[in-house]
């Protein structure tokens, strides 16, 4: 066995070594999302008259590959019966681009979205915005956030500070666009169902706010049209609010234009802008759509057909590459580690962001997802980063390497563990805001995956052990947010595999005993789901159920991370780790379900993620584990 994970190991150091770049960075492949950013772009650039013919048309030809034999769009390939919400953007999207709606494919989509209940079964946010803007969703009379959120101080009990940074940027633009309704509705597009008076789920959302805060439900029509909710601005208050949304948006544009990196913040910012004056032809403009084409990727299985990516993983994969090539042995001082250093040191992060705001005396020191982001550092990147160059021979790597450490200490939440983005953003207020995906987009809370992968970074890359209180507390606050059946939930990733490796990993490089209950009970967990097949399975349905549901077939990562937790936490190899091995090396050279199943998440039931890297890096990191700990039995 251990030749062959030995020769495995060599064909994937192999393959990851020819695809570096010339700037040291790896650029493994497209971050494949679905279709929901396509059919936004192709809803941008047409409504506003953006001529890109040859976008467009690679575009709609991604989405016509992508729709179901059943007519239906979904957002993971398991999805049951599809997906409302996908299959509204689909449709639309294609008639936008100029498709007939009486095409076959787009007959089926109509019957497809009326057998999964029409509108009120769409559960993005995101998707009725876009769907509101062509007309084709009503605009809600009162929206659940108002834009006056923008002026209150943070001493307020509810402030727009509360929301995680990821929901703000996308918030800002849609705060202004629910305070001005515009509709820019082209002719003769086909609508998937009539709309009716009172929008069902919009009325739901309304009725939701003033239960929670206002103390009752809204007043009928046709009182409510005569009457102003008590947030209503008017006059220079509601521009003042108008302008601070306007000044948030422009005062995060990175340098390629995009707002915080992200496509679907940036789609939305263009929506915006639009609506408070901006033409087309604005610097401002121009230079988002060119960074939106920036993130374009073709699509190696879809016929390399062009997708819009939600952003770039350029830091996030070269970190990872690096990190896993260094533990399956190549040294620091090998040149495309050493190349991969100095990309990576490059790009951690010299100013503040708003992270800053519930750090005492921060310091810059984190790294963000993208090569272009300067000021939205993240968790899991800055771990990642720091494992790749904190073995550098340089100086620099050092200074790095502290302060990405004092970065990481620092945005230790109160309760003991590690969010995403931000230090105690984490409001039950917020949370009881009525918006779809509040629970898991509005806030960023600690979670079993941030804060184990950070615990395995102290403990493994800079020797720090339980025994310190701050480490303790992490501990401890793992063991509390255990799930009955053993299992940990992970947030960033599918799900429950994932966030139970992250925090087995993370206790055990914290010198948790593996005698432990918690631990026992963990284990029994991962070696209670495991596949004959000795491969690991988990469907992006466990992701918005919150329970654990199988998927019929192994995948590469979820399979590397089983195996990786498992090695943690056993002093001798199971038969169990022997037969994810095999699974490992059996399918890491054959593509197909094994790799291509998407397993980062996103928001549940909306956005998950396939990388391309992880069917290559996670494996690795998991069978040099295996070797190293043993190879010498």
Known sequence: MLQRIQTGIDRLVGRLLRGQSADGSWRMGFIESGTSLDAASILQLQSAGIRRPRLVKELTERMVAKQSADGAWRVYPDEANGNASATAECYYALQYAGLSPDEPFMLRAREAFAELGGLPRINSLLTKFQLALIGRYPWPRWFPVPLAILLLPSSSPIHFYQFSGYARVHMAPMLLLADRKPIRRLPHIRPLTELTRGGGEWKELQLGWNDHFLGGPAPEAPDTRRRKAPWNLTGKLRERAALRAERFILDRLESDGTLYSYSSATLLMLHALRTVGYSVTHPVMENAVRGLESLLFADAHCGSRLSMQVTTASVWDSAL??????????????????????????????????????????????????????????????????????????????????????????????????????????????????????????????????????????????GLTSRLAYVRRAADWLYAHQEKDGSWYGRWGVCYIYGTWAALTGLAAAREPAEHPRIRKAVDWLLSVQQPDGGFGESCASDAEKRYVPLRHGTLSQTAWALDALVAVHDLPLPAMERACDYLLRHAQDGGPAADYPTGAGLPGCLYTRYDSYSLVWPLIALAHYRDKYGSG
């Not at 040294?331 to 990309?343: D, E, I, L």
């Not at 962001?353 to 519930?358: I, L, Q």
């Not at 005492?360 to 160059?389: C, E, H, K, Q, Y």
């Not at 003991?416 to 779809?436: H, K, T, Y």
């Open 321 to 462: 590459v690096s990190h896993a090539l260094q533990d399956a042995g190549l040294p620091a001082v090998h040149p495309a580690v050493a190349k991969a250093g100095r990309y990576l040191l490059e790009r951690q992060h010299r100013k503040l962001g708003d992270w800053k705001r519930n750090v005492n005396n921060p310091m810059a020191g984190g790294w963000g997802f993208s090569d272009i982001n300067t000021i939205n550092p993240d968790l899991d990147d800055t771990t990642a980063s720091l494992r790749a160059v904190r073995g550098l021979p340089l100086p620099e790597a050092r200074d790095a390497a502290d302060r990405g450490l004092q970065w990481i200490l620092g945005m230790q939440n109160r309760d003991g563990g590690w969010g995403a983005f931000e230090r105690n953003v984490d409001s039950r207020l917020i949370r009881w805001v009525p918006l779809d995906g509040a629970e898991d987009a509005a806030t960023d809370p600690s979670t079993p995956d941030l804060t184990g992968r950070t615990l395995e970074y102290l403990g493994r890359s800079a």
